[in-house]
């Protein structure tokens, strides 16, 4: 057996068998590695790109990184069908099939729990922009025509600027300590880079909510309920995630 | 039955989540990478290599 192994997930057995067509990181249809009544999903990866180096150089090309990051996740995405995974992090490589059970062993407490503590939840992703230039009005018409005249503008532009960003900061912590009482548990992303994101408006708020999975329908209309509540404030829902941001132990 | 439509999933919010999400293994079975904080990835010098030419909205605003 050559090659290296790249771990997606651990799960509680499951009955069901994975898509046959799936096809994994690297082309390398996902395989399960039962130990100690775990399940890794694995995929044996090649060498010359899933090394240290080389990999650390394939995370700075970005279609790599794409291609890798939606193939991770079509396993992961397979995994929910039949189960409820834990995620590993993007680019967890092990040397052999030793190394996972050694792993899984010196884990299996941690696995345990966290298994347990997420059984039949997703993860909910809840985003608020607010639209970038709202405050046309306050522009100057027509060029200053004073050195005086062009710092009061710049005042006042300043001062609507600073408005929209307070009226968007409050609106974001209401949304989400709402959404946190409904929710287990949540987490906070980082504002998403535009540049990646090519959304418009600026990235306000980037949460993560653990929902269980039957309560998703009321989750998703809680959100749905403050659409349009602000104007100039944008509100995007994605998932049902498998929950990667609670994956962590709790903090 | 799904609660939303499932629609091609953002490559940046799918970002957030394998890079910062997920249970981190370390220690000496994994090869090193794994030790390496994945977010410290420089995709904003990533990015601007590949947009280069998409000027950031908000610059005005600094």
């Known amino acids: ?251 | 039955m799904t609660v939303v439509e499932r629609r091609e999933v953002a490559l940046v919010d799918l970002l957030d989540r394998l890079l910062a999400g997920g249970v981190v293994i370390t220690g000496d079975i994994t090869l090193r990478i794994a030790d390496v904080d994945l977010v410290r990835i420089d995709l904003n010098a990533l990015i601007s290599s590949v947009n280069a030419q998409v000027p950031s909205p908000f610059e005005e605003l600094l």
């Open chain 1, 1 to 251: 057996m050559t090659g290296l192994r790249y771990v997606y997930a651990v799960c509680r057995p499951f009955g069901a068998p994975l898509q046959v067509q799936l096809t994994g990181v690297a082309g390398d249809p996902p395989r399960t590695l039962t130990h100690h009544g775990l399940v890794a999903v694995v995929s044996h990866v090649p060498e010359r790109d899933f090394a240290e180096e080389p990999l650390r150089r394939h995370l700075e090309d970005l279609d790599w990184l794409t291609e890798t990051a939606r193939a991770h996740q079509g396993v992961i995405d397979a995994l929910t069908t039949v189960t409820t995974p834990l995620p590993l992090r993007l680019g967890t490589v092990f040397h052999d099939d030793s190394g996972v059970r050694i792993m899984m062993e010196a884990r299996e407490e941690d696995f345990r729990r966290t298994l347990d503590r997420l059984e039949g939840r997703v993860e909910w992703g809840v985003k608020v922009y607010a639209e970038s230039e709202p405050q046309e009005s306050v522009r100057p018409a027509q060029k200053p025509a004073s050195g005086r005249d062009y710092l009061r503008q710049r005042r006042m532009q300043t001062r609507s600027h600073e408005e929209m960003w307070q009226k968007a900061e409050a609106f974001s912590t209401r949304l989400h300590e709402v959404l946190s009482a409904f929710a287990e548990d949540s987490r906070m992303h980082p504002p998403q880079n535009p540049a990646l994101s090519k959304a418009t408006g600026r990235n306000v708020l980037n949460a993560a909510y653990l929902v269980p999975r039957a309560n998703s329908e009321e989750f998703v209309e809680l959100v749905d309920r403050t659409k349009g509540e602000l104007p100039g404030m944008r509100i995007e829902l994605t998932g049902p995630w498998a929950a990667y941001s609670f994956a962590g132990e709790t903090t």
